[in-house]
């Protein structure tokens, strides 16, 4: 019913099928593409932050050190360095200081004489000695000769006068005072022949032959008192866990050794000292458990500060007036005096009691040297909490049983 249907033209031959969806190639892939997907395929890496620099790191919140400046000073490690400073610059003075006051140029200020006989030659003898030696002899007279050489034994006399009319004898002890013998042994004889009064000198308690100076009981202590003090150091330093016993034991420890090992080395070895070997060791044994002992209490009042004490005790002070080098009657009259109740002074008296004067030993160095180690410790283990060493000893409570 409608019109002419109109007559289909012909069928269009069918191409081949293009394929769709990712099947569709569109001829051979560019190089740009390949590589543009390769770099999409790759693994994605984290980025790694770094802390900015320059100017844009110093306010940041990832800056690593803080801004020159903000950290005051008294925080920082400038301020202990500056006072170390100060405090070495001083040290060093004082340290030279100390040693040329006492011992640079040594005065004679009294000098027990034992006095035997009497005459008005003997007088002008005296008062010529005394302006010679710009001092004044403490003079003391005697009966006889014994008893005078008696007290040269005892120490209280450091010469004997004898006084026979025309002539005179003088002994000395260089034992006693190396440093005193020789002031007397050259003043003497000069002044004797400008009175008319001829001196004959004797020296009745010499120094031992490897020892002629009488300085080997100075190092032998000096030794005793720098070993001691540095090996408590080097246990706060190295051993800082030791609790107080274990600390004291140690330190005990090392001065048996140390003795020994001063007096093996100067009598066996070098032969500068015949030493009374036990007696000689436990004095310097007992000297270095005291100087280390005085470092640690220091260490325990002190803290980071305990050189300081220590070193102006043993050293600046105790050293010099110890009368190992120069004789106590040329010492500064304080310095004499104190010299004889500080640990390098005790020591010094100890050694030289047991070497030249083992029948006349006094007691008064042993006692001090005790007294010293005695009060370190002590003061140690009662405000032991407050050293900056030891450990902390954790308590385990057992589980009771279910």
Not at 238 to 245: K, Q, T, Y
Not at 321 to 340: C, D, E, I, K
């Amino acid at each position: 019913m409608g019109g002419p249907e109109r007559p289909e033209g012909p069928e269009r031959p069918a191409g081949p099928e293009r394929p769709t969806g990712p099947e569709q190639s569109a001829g051979p892939e560019r190089p740009e593409a390949t590589e543009g997907r390769a770099q999409s395929e790759r693994p994605e890496r984290p980025e790694q932050s770094h802390p900015p620099r320059g100017p844009e790191a110093v306010g940041g919140a990832t800056a690593v050190e803080e801004a020159p400046g903000r950290t005051p000073f008294r925080d920082t490690p400038f301020l202990p360095a500056v006072v170390l400073l100060v405090i070495l610059a001083a040290a060093a003075g004082l340290f030279a200081g100390s040693y040329c006051y006492a011992m640079a140029n040594p005065t004679p200020h009294r000098i027990p004489t034992a006095v035997v006989g009497s005459s008005p030659e003997g007088s002008r003898l005296v008062q010529g000695l005394e302006k010679a030696l710009d001092t004044s002899l403490k003079l003391h007279a005697y009966d006889s000769y014994e008893s005078a050489r008696r007290q040269v034994e005892t120490q209280r006399e450091f010469a004997v006068l004898q006084l026979f009319g025309d002539r005179a004898e003088l002994d000395v002890a260089s034992a006693a005072g190396a440093s005193v013998a020789r002031l007397l042994t050259q003043a003497g004889p000069t002044v004797g022949a400008q009175v008319g009064v001829p001196v004959t000198v004797r020296d009745i308690k010499p120094l031992q032959s490897g020892d002629p100076q009488g300085l080997a009981l100075f190092y032998i202590s000096l030794a005793a008192v720098i070993i001691g003090f540095v090996g408590a150091i080097q246990l706060s330093v190295h051993a800082r866990g030791l609790n107080a016993g274990e600390r004291i034991a140690f330190t005990v420890a090392y001065a048996v050794l140390g003795g020994f090992t001063i007096c093996a080395v100067v009598d066996w070895l070098l032969g500068a000292l015949r030493l009374p070997f036990a007696e000689s060791w436990l004095g310097l044994s007992l000297t270095m458990f005291t100087a280390g002992m005085t470092f640690t209490m220091f260490n325990t009042m002190f803290r980071r500060w305990a050189m300081i004490p220590t070193w102006g005790l043993m050293v600046l002070l105790g050293n010099p007036s110890s009368g190992g080098a120069v004789a106590w009657p040329l010492l500064p009259t304080g310095l004499a005096w104190v010299g004889r109740f500080l640990p390098p002074g005790a020591c010094v008296n100890a050694q030289r009691n047991a070497i030249y004067f083992g029948g006349d030993q006094h007691v008064e160095p042993w006692i001090v040297l005790l007294l010293w180690a005695a009060v370190a410790t002590f003061v140690f283990v009662l405000w032991r909490h407050r050293h900056p060493g030891g450990r902390v000893t954790k308590r385990v409570t057992p589980r009771a049983s279910g």
